[in-house]
């Protein structure tokens, strides 16, 4: 039997982190750049030193999260890029507020302060943007994140129950490969149909974020611990650098590229 093709399954980014995630159909990647449209905004939870005009990485602990606030799960948002604009949505209530602007960023917050559980705010709610070149992401280099559904499909398995994908919250969603092939391709090359080539760099280690229902936001599973019982660490997909830009479209197929750059399928 011949193995599946490889493919892109799914696409998403998350304009604003720790928020809702939005389904795209297409991204126009930039070599040496981060996922279009992705971890733009943040929330810092209480002062967290970042200074918007001169951006470093923090710890995602400096902002709210679902690792930490689950309930982020049970806001509804939508950004729209043209206008920047960030709508906010939970029990009938809703907030839209212009992000360029101090009292559109002053609508969210104040949003966010009146719905999210005061036990869960270290401080004051306060929306941070990223500049060009930078973007808040978990890891200093996370520029795109792949899941292989197999291996959620795997952990389902051993949990004995159905496991939203969602709760990974990754750029890119494959199908094709068995269960973990991706955890050992860090270094190795992914070209694309229509030439867009992606370089694995590293492992994703999994936190607490991902127990919570990214519907719901109940802390329902323990998925951390389920990997950690299943295969001695809490790895699940991968990050990628951008190697050669281009259009990545949903249901486009994929291969591995070997060693000396020649593409054959994985």
């Not at 939508?78 to 920047?84: G, L």
Request: with cysteine.
């Amino acid at each position: 039997m011949m193995p599946a093709p490889l493919r892109v399954a799914a696409m998403y980014r998350y304009p604003v982190k720790g928020l809702s995630p939005q389904p795209i159909r297409h991204a126009d990647l930039a070599a040496g750049n981060y996922f279009p449209g992705d971890r733009l905004y943040a929330i810092e939870n209480g002062p967290s030193g970042f200074d918007e005009s001169a951006p470093a990485h923090l710890p995602k602990t400096r902002f709210l999260t679902l690792m930490q606030c689950a309930a982020l799960a049970e806001i509804a948002s939508r950004y729209n890029d043209p206008d920047q604009t960030l709508t906010l949505h939970r029990d009938g209530e809703e907030a839209r507020g212009d992000l360029s602007l101090p009292e559109g960023r002053a609508m969210v917050e104040d949003f966010l302060t009146a719905h999210l559980p005061a036990d869960d705010q270290r401080g004051a709610l306060r929306l941070l943007a990223a500049r060009d070149g930078f973007r808040f992401t978990d890891s200093r280099r996370g520029f795109v994140s792949l899941v292989n559904l197999a291996s959620i499909a795997a952990i389902e398995d051993w949990i004995g129950g159905p496991v939203d994908p969602l709760r990974f919250r990754a750029n890119l969603y494959v199908e094709g490969w068995p269960a973990w092939v991706e955890l050992g391709l860090v270094g190795r090359t992914l070209a694309f149909a229509r030439g867009v080539r992606l370089r694995v760099t590293k492992r994703i280690g999994r936190c607490a974020g991902a127990n919570v229902d990214p519907r719901s936001g109940r802390r329902d599973l323990y998925l951390p611990r389920t990997l950690m019982t299943h295969l001695d660490h809490a790895d699940c997909g991968v990050y990628c650098e951008v190697a050669t830009g281009g259009r990545i479209d949903e249901g486009e197929p994929f291969a591995l590229e070997p060693d000396d750059g020649a593409v054959q399928p994985a």
